[in-house]
């Protein structure tokens, strides 16, 4: 079993900062990638910044770009997303992507956390 706790949401005004962390835990043998997806009201889910754990390559939502920085730490299996110049329409559930194995001769999988809301509003 896999856990993933995400923290560090919440409630912001435009032109804010905020910064989410998540944490997996549990019986995985490796990580290969790290990322932070989210879903507003309404709308489908988008990819928003990924980073591999090998060269720590990142990606990112053309949207978040410059305002948005993904880091990792290999030693906690812990993934951070520091958001600054939040606008509202960042408004979302953020949810936390780890892609991993449980064995060395097991396939990839993705793993997914709870969420966390993160509202920018005045």
């Known amino acids: 079993q896999v856990q993933l706790v995400e923290s560090g949401g919440g409630l912001v005004q435009p032109g804010g900062s905020l910064r989410l962390s998540c944490a997996a835990s549990?019986?995985?043998?490796?990580?290969?990638?790290m990322a932070w997806y989210r879903q507003a009201p309404g709308k489908q889910r988008e990819f928003v910044a990924g980073?591999?754990?090998?060269?720590?390559?990142?990606t990112y939502l053309d949207s978040v770009k410059g305002r948005f920085t993904i880091a990792r730490d290999n030693t906690k299996n812990t993934v951070y997303l520091q958001m600054s110049s939040l606008k509202p329409e960042d408004t979302a559930v953020y949810r936390c992507?780890?892609?991993?194995?449980?064995?060395?001769?097991?396939?990839?999988?993705?793993?997914w956390g709870e969420g966390t809301l993160v509202t920018v509003s005045s």
């Open positions: 992507n780890v892609r991993g194995r449980l064995g060395p001769s097991s396939a990839n999988t993705d793993y």
């Open positions: 549990g019986s995985i043998f490796s990580i290969n990638a």
């Open positions: 980073i591999t754990s090998g060269d720590g390559a990142t």
